[in-house]
Nanobody
Framework: QVQLVESGGGLVQPGGSLRLSCATSGFNLDYYIIAWFRQAPGKEREGVSCISGTEHVTYYAESVKDRFIISRDNKKKTVYLQINNLKPEDTAVYYC?????????????????WGQGTQVTVSS
């Protein structure tokens, strides 16, 4: 079955960097968009970035486009989210999600498959 497992979260000081990983299994990654979402305490889930399956087209929310980099290695069946210059407002649980389609979208309703999330905490 489709599985997504996030890793790489942790406690980081402001200005630091993290690389989150989303290991996938149970499906052909080539045909799926993979997106990263985050949810901070008391806030709605927010889509931050996605990457298409075949041409690796990337898309970012305006709030993160200068600091986040999404990439994928289909041979390793893994999608990455590099987060630079971390800020306290980046504190959240980060989820990866998969959707069987091409193109790009950060509409969470389009994603039926989700990982369990990884916590990112930015604090000094």
């Amino acid at each position: 079955q489709v599985q997504l497992v996030e890793s790489g979260g942790g406690l980081v000081q402001p200005g630091g960097s993290l690389r989150l990983s989303c290991a996938t299994s149970g499906f052909n990654l080539d045909y799926y968009i993979i997106a990263w979402f985050r949810q901070a305490p008391g806030k709605e889930r927010e889509g931050v970035s996605c990457i298409s399956g075949t041409e690796h087209v990337t898309y970012y929310a305006e709030s993160v486009k200068d600091r986040f980099i999404i990439s994928r290695d289909n041979k390793k069946k893994t999608v990455y989210l590099q987060i630079n210059n971390l800020k306290p407002e980046d504190t959240a649980v980060y989820y990866c999600a998969a959707s069987y389609q091409d193109g790009y979208t950060l509409d969470s309703e389009e994603y039926p498959y989700w990982g369990q999330g990884t916590q990112v905490t930015v604090s000094s």
